[in-house]
């Protein structure tokens, strides 16, 4: 599958042969050729690339940087953001994910976490190739923040009193955070001022708060399997999302979902009919317009970036048309 770098002019068939090659060449799956094959099968499917795209895009900020270097990078931040993915599908019970089998559902949630550390084993590895200090730095509040969104969202499971602020600074945890990073690292191997680093970071916190809305739309109002998951599928997980909140509004809604958690039948049809009236209610729209508002902030902060602005809204565009 072809992400989005081809588009953007780098070398796709280069960085998919380097991140194949850091998993299929490592000693420590040596013996383990079913797993090995599974990762590699799970990462040859790995969807846009993103992630890397934005930290390729950052490190023309510079020129003194090698391609070696650049794509390895690259590389890296796609592992740790597949570490994210794997823990993320064993702790929503997610059973799928663009139609593939999660791994905990292919083997166990035993192997998946497994393979979810190794992954991240193998990206801090990579990383601890280029010696810059405030890379490692950002690396480690990456975590921490990757860690606490997570816990926020655990923490706040049935919460039909969630605060909007609450939702966007869980949703810049657990999305901006690694879109940030991604920029910032770039930035760092370009050898960009604090300043610009900063901006970097801001940039990638508000496409990344952007994207988290968009896949919270589409949960309620998108197409089940295009989206590899049932529709309204985190509401009966528990997780109270932007169109949840707006809906939440609606006392009689409201009402109706503290009686569903409180006789704890998520199997209702009731449930399903909410799900339906969510998506073709008012906080939809309200949610696209707030997403359209962290669009205009980041369309703002690339200005402060001539020669990564036009790339940047051309990333845009392909993203949330």
């Known amino acids: 599958m072809m992400g989005y770098l081809t588009k953007f002019g780098y070398d796709e068939r ?9 998993i299929a060449e490592d000693p420590v799956l040596e013996k383990e050729d079913d797993l090995k094959t599974s990762l590699c099968e799970l990462i040859a499917n790995g969807g846009k690339r993103i992630r890397p795209l934005f930290l390729l895009m950052a490190t023309e900020l510079g020129d003194k940087i090698s391609k070696e ?10 592992l740790l953001h597949l570490s994210s993915l794997i823990h993320d599908d064993i702790i929503d019970h997610s059973s799928v994910r663009h139609n593939v089998l999660t791994l905990h559902e292919r083997y166990n ?30 690396l480690a509040d990456t975590m921490k923040q990757l860690c606490l969104g997570e816990l926020q969202q655990q923490d706040n499971l049935f919460n039909f009193n969630l605060s909007l602020e609450d939702y966007i600074k869980k949703s810049d945890q657990k999305t901006g955070t690694l ?40 949960d309620f109002s998108g197409d089940s399997p295009r989206l590899g998951k049932p529709v309204g599928h985190d509401l009966k997980e528990g997780v ?3 169109p949840t909140i707006f809906a939440l ?32 209610g008012e906080s939809i729209k309200k949610s696209e ?16 970036f001539p020669l990564l602005q036009p790339k940047i809204n051309h990333l845009i565009s392909l993203i949330f048309n």
């Open 14 to 22: 280069y960085f998919n042969d380097l991140l194949i090659q850091t």
């Open 69 to 78: 270097d650049r794509y390895l990078a690259a590389v890296a931040i796609e």
């Open 109 to 138: 949630k035993t192997i998946a976490l497994k393979l979810g550390n190794y992954t991240l084993n193998r990206s801090l590895e990579l990383f601890a190739s280029f010696p810059f200090p405030p890379l490692h730095l950002q």
């Open 179 to 218: 879109i940030s990073t991604s920029l910032v690292i770039g930035g760092i191997l370009a050898h960009a001022n604090e300043e610009k680093l900063d901006e970097l970071k801001k940039l990638g916190s508000s496409i990344g708060i952007a994207y988290q809305i968009k896949d919270d739309i589409l």
């Open 240 to 242: 109270v999302t932007l």
């Open 249 to 280: 509004e609606d006392e009689l809604l409201k009402d109706d979902l503290s009686q569903i958690y409180q006789q704890c039948n998520w199997d209702t049809p009731l449930l399903d009919l909410l799900c339906q009236r969510i998506s073709h």
């Open 289 to 304: 317009e707030l997403c359209q508002t962290y669009i205009n902030i980041t369309r703002s902060i690339a200005k402060n």
